[in-house]
């Protein structure tokens, strides 16, 4: 065989491949259609890595965190900086205050100049957001005025909402945690993180899972008109063509339509690229310019999948013997064997094996065994099912015409129908192993907050020089806010806090009306002008030995430090006859120690040296409750810091590889539900004058509806009941390599194989209206 | 043409068009019970047409049909399906036999949409396929027998619920003319037998020649031939 005769018969299935007028083409676009949609999401795959380091190198590039032990001091290239992050309507909004001290501050990335007081910088998406009808709230919020936007290399999405505004006089709040003074952004020394070997792990398995049903689909893709095909064939063999080039000629055919196919992909890609810049899913959007596939994989999938189209092609006409007087598949084909088919998914379980009880602490899993492990369990469903499918259909008896007709159908082509149910199986048992890992890691990364949430939903924290009483009669006054309960807290030393070694005992001085410090303690009585001391915290065991009649205690300023020049030095003398008392758990789940004052109590020097810590009852019944009270935080004081209180908290890694999961899980159903109702229609199309003839004598459309309807219900529910037993196998397993303990959530596992027969009950409605037209006396004609 | 008394099934004044191409133009027709008429003409000239009006599965623009005096324009789409399923048997050319039933299945199955039992269907299909001499091929499926066997099975079919009218277009074109003189033999004898009358669409004067009376269909037109023996 010549080069030359071999590029001559690959050209003349590539020329196939486009000739036969309309439904050549038509074919020829399906095909490419089908493996356009998975390049494109192979391309997405690709591109996601570039996509999740340049966020977290933008991220990290725009810290503004002193990474200094030291804050240094005013100069004319310091930036003091407060953040002002809120929420509004569940979505995040990144805020900060700025105030240059001097023309050479640094600008954070995507500024070219400071705003000045009163005015902000808003990012694209917050500029929409507050222009629109439903955002009076946070107009009120962020009352600055918008003098341009952010640049695109100061935000980490498309769809970030973030602002920077002009401030005045923020160094004086440096003590609290939301204000630092820069002389630059970003981490000078990042420090690599050493990766968590159980999320490695989940990152390796999500990426594996949603990959394989894509596939899956490409395979399926390339075959569609397979039948067609070999009739072509068959012609192609009475002229002379032998059966290798028969062979070739389909090769070619299918590379074409692949070839195509690698284009429509490269611009759905595109296409996808800059729709993805103007989406938001769970809180995380892009730039276009994120998604650049790396070169070196995006070559691989040039390369693989018209590869792949050729392989698939030759496999499928293994079991095809194309005469010259037409098609030859064995009426009765050869039973599916089932020991090799066993092979795939036993030697994927070798390959996980060695890792079993392995755990986060015995350092990283192998990724190679990893990867071909979950792979080969999962290509074993696709081997496995043609099997079973075979065997139970060959069980089945007659029924009613429509349960016949499909019966009878599957057990001639069982094979067709498996492999159109085989992506939706490998999916769902992908989404099972998976869920069930989440669910069995989810402890390891979700975390209980202890705050109480029957006694406040929402906690407010109050910057030092806020007034006591008209900051709570704001929160009392606030719509939607049921109860207040204000503390106002700071600390105490036995030195002061600006000597060079610092106090040696401290505690916690906590300030409130009775009944907010019958919330931290128990109290046998009270009233204002009392004082406490607090014994019973778990953390916060100095108070009882401060507790000296006549000794002098400092309290902490929030200047306080020894780089900043002492304003003021406030002091306080023990009294004598201080009443210990026990504390309880405050709304937050902790003990606190120290001193107890009522208003009253407090030394007139301390006055504005407290922070406040509000703990407010929200009714949830009022529409935007939470909305208002941060509105009345950011009244209060700009940098106050309101936070809804929730029962627990998610590592940020874990929820967005959750989140990952989810998008690609629905892309990937969506692409295969796609692919289910391209091969239908094509299946359909086949049939049509079959289906026009079994009208012509009689047939209710109904029945023949039924039969199509059974003909994917029956592979589907084996299929499903496959991916069931796989899922549940591969997630018992990953599991056991994580060392957590096995358990399956029925309902995640019901709901998985649900989604999975929800597409194809989708897919089977949307095929009945061709269908029906396909039923019509038209398909009879011939002229 | 008039439709001579005692006619089961008449049609006058038929238009069919396709787009801009006129498939019916004025066509009549009619056939008494037990009657075989040949429906000849050139491809393109409307005779598949005019079979598949007949039997009501394309509906005609305009002109009247009426089957044992039921006009099948008053008919819906249910109703025809029944009269198809009840009164009617079809032959088309290649047989269109359901490929993944059995042969037996294939021929049983005009009455299992009629709701027969599937046991009493397949009796009385292997008693029809008997006398088209194909019961051996009852477990067979389509693939597995030859052109002219798969003619006779759908032969068979077309006669298993007894219709009073058989619609065959065609149904020797893919056949040898040994094999299609056995296929007509056995349509025509088995139709005269039972009084079924037979629609024969054909273009092969020997086909035609087992009809008791020929139709031209020319341009969507049609006029009766007088039998030259």
């Known amino acids: 065989m010549s080069l030359r005769q071999s590029s001559r018969d690959l050209g003349l299935g590539v020329r196939f491949a486009f000739a036969g007028g309309r439904e050549g083409w038509m074919r020829a676009v399906l095909t490419a259609l089908g493996v356009g949609l998975g390049v494109a999401l192979l391309l997405l795959s690709t591109a996601l890595p570039n996509a999740i380091s340049v966020r977290h190198d933008r991220e990290q590039a725009r810290l503004d965190w002193s990474f200094t032990e030291e804050p240094p001091t005013a100069a004319d290239n310091t930036v003091v900086i407060a953040n002002t992050d809120t929420t509004f309507r569940g979505k995040d909004v990144r805020g900060r205050l700025v105030e240059p001290e001097g023309p050479r501050a640094p600008l954070p990335p995507g500024l070219s100049a400071y705003p000045a007081k009163g005015e902000m910088l808003v990012s694209p998406a917050l500029k929409r957001l507050l222009a629109s009808d439903g955002a009076k709230l946070l107009r009120e919020r962020i009352p600055y005025r918008i003098t341009g936007t952010i640049g695109e290399s100061g935000l980490i999405g498309s769809q970030e ?87 070739r000629i389909a090769a070619g055919e299918a590379m074409a339509g692949a070839l195509l196919g690698l284009v429509l992909g490269a611009g759905f890609f595109l296409v996808g690229r800059q729709v993805a810049g103007s989406v938001e899913v769970m809180g995380i959007s892009v730039w276009p310019s994120y998604l650049n596939p790396s070169p070196l994989l995006a070559a691989l999938v040039a390369v693989a999948v018209p ?6 092609t030759l496999f499928a006409l293994r079991s095809v013997v194309i005469e010259p007087l037409g098609v030859v598949r064995s009426a009765k084909p050869t039973r599916r064997r089932l020991w090799w088919r066993l092979v795939l998914p036993v030697a994927g379980l070798a390959m996980l094996y060695p890792m079993l009880g392995q755990g986060r602490s015995n350092g990283s899993f192998n990724e190679y065994l990893v990867t071909g492990g979950v792979m080969l369990l999962l290509i074993g469903i696709t081997a496995l099912l043609p099997w079973l499918v075979e065997r139970c259909v060959a069980r089945l008896g007659s029924g009613g015409v429509a349960w016949q007709l499909a019966v009878r159908r599957l057990q001639l082509s069982s094979g067709t129908a498996a492999r159109m149910v085989n992506g939706i199986a490998v999916a769902v048992a992908g989404a099972i192993a998976l869920q069930m890992l989440f ?108 507790n000296v009649p006549g000794k002098m205690l400092y309290i902490e300023s929030p200047t306080s430090g020894p780089a900043s020049a002492p304003e003021k030095e406030a002091t306080w003398t023990v009294p004598a006859g201080i009443t210990q008392v026990r504390s309880i758990e405050d709304p937050t789940g902790s003990r606190r120690g120290g001193f107890l004052m009522t208003p009253a109590a407090l030394p007139k020097d301390f006055e504005g040296m407290v922070r406040g810590e509000l703990y407010l009852s929200i009714d949830q019944s009022v529409p ?127 709901s998985m194989t649900g989604a999975g027969a929800a597409v194809v009950l989708v897919v089977t409605l949307l095929s009945l209206p061709p269908l029906m037209r396909l039923m019509r006396p038209d398909g009879l004609r011939t002229e | 043409m008039n439709a001579p008394g005692g006619s089961l099934l008449v049609a006058e004044n038929l238009r069919k068009a396709y787009g801009p191409t006129m ?89 299992r949409l009629n709701g027969t039992p599937r046991k009493q269907a397949e009796r009385t299909a292997l008693g029809w396929m008997e006398r088209l001499e194909v019961d051996d091929l009852a477990k067979k499926r389509p693939g597995e027998v030859s052109g002219g066997q798969g003619q006779r099975v759908a032969v068979a079919r077309s006669l298993v619920t007894s219709p009073r ?47 008791d009376r020929e139709i031209v269909v020319r341009d969507g037109k049609s006029r009766d031939m007088e039998r030259v023996v």
């Open chain 2, 165 to 211: 009218v058989v619609f065959a277009d065609e149904p020797t074109g893919a056949l040898d003319s040994l094999n299609g003189e056995r296929v007509m033999e056995l349509l025509t004898e088995a139709a005269r037998s039972a009084s079924t009358a037979v629609v024969l669409v054909t273009h092969e004067a020997r086909v035609a020649a087992y009809s």
């Open chain 1, 161 to 247: 909402l973030a602002y920077y505004a002009g401030g005045e006089g923020l160094f004086a709040h440096e003590a609290g945690s939301n204000v630092s003074r820069l002389t630059a952004f970003g981490n000078p020394n990042p420090t690599p993180e050493a990766p968590d070997p159980v999320l490695a792990l989940l990152n390796i398995v999500v990426i594996v899972m949603l990959l394989m049903p894509v596939a899956v689909f490409v395979a399926a893709a390339v075959r569609f008109g397979g039948e067609r095909r070999d009739r072509r064939l068959a012609a192609l063999r009475l002229v002379g063509a032998d059966g290798r080039m028969t062979r």
């Open chain 1, 624 to 750: 935007d409750a939470f909305e208002y009270a941060r509105n009345t935080a950011a009244a209060v004081n700009p940098l106050a810091d309101p936070t809804a209180w929730t029962a627990s908290t998610t590592s940020d890694k874990f929820e967005s590889l959750r989140t990952g999961l989810l998008v690609g899980a629905i892309c990937v159903l969506l692409l295969i539900g796609a692919s289910l109702l391209v091969a239908q229609l094509e299946q359909l199309r086949e049939r049509r004058k079959l289906l026009s003839s079994l009208v012509a004598f009689g047939t209710r459309r109904r029945t023949l509806g039924l039969s199509v309807l059974w003909q994917t219900a029956i592979p589907i529910t084996l299929g499903l009941l496959l991916a069931m037993a796989v899922g549940l196998t591969l997630g018992a397993i990953l599991l056991k390599m994580t060392d957590t303990p096995v358990g399956i959530d029925w309902s995640s596992v019901l």
């Open chain 1, 439 to 546: 669910a069995g890691v989810d402890g390891q990364y979700t975390k209980s907050t202890a705050q109480d949430l029957s006694r406040a939903q929402m906690q407010v924290t109050v910057p030092a020089d806020a007034p006591m009483a008209a900051t709570v009669e704001k929160f009392t006054d606030t719509k939607g806010v049921r109860k207040v309960t204000a503390v106002w807290e700071s600390y105490l030393g036995d030195a002061s806090w600006n000597s060079e070694n610092g106090p040696q005992l401290a505690a916690e001085l906590t300030v409130g009306d009775c009944a907010a410090l019958r919330e931290v303690a128990k109290l046998p009585s009270c009233k204002d002008g009392d004082r406490f001391v607090l014994d019973g915290s778990e953390y916060s065991v100095d108070g009882p030995k401060m």
């Open chain 1, 307 to 312: 590869a792949a189209a050729v392989l698939v």
């Open chain 2, 23 to 111: 498939a019916l133009d004025g066509a009549a027709f009619s056939i008494h019970p037990g009657e075989v008429v040949a429906v000849m003409g050139p491809s393109g000239s409307g005779k598949s047409t005019l079979l598949h009006c007949l039997a009501g599965i394309v509906t005609p623009d305009s002109g009247s049909i009426t089957y044992d005096g039921r006009e099948l324009a008053t008919m819906n789409d249910a109703q025809r399906s029944q009269l198809r399923r009840s009164e009617f048997g079809f032959v088309f050319q290649f047989g269109q036999l359901v490929p993944e039933l059995t042969c037996v299945e294939n021929v049983a199955l005009p009455l």
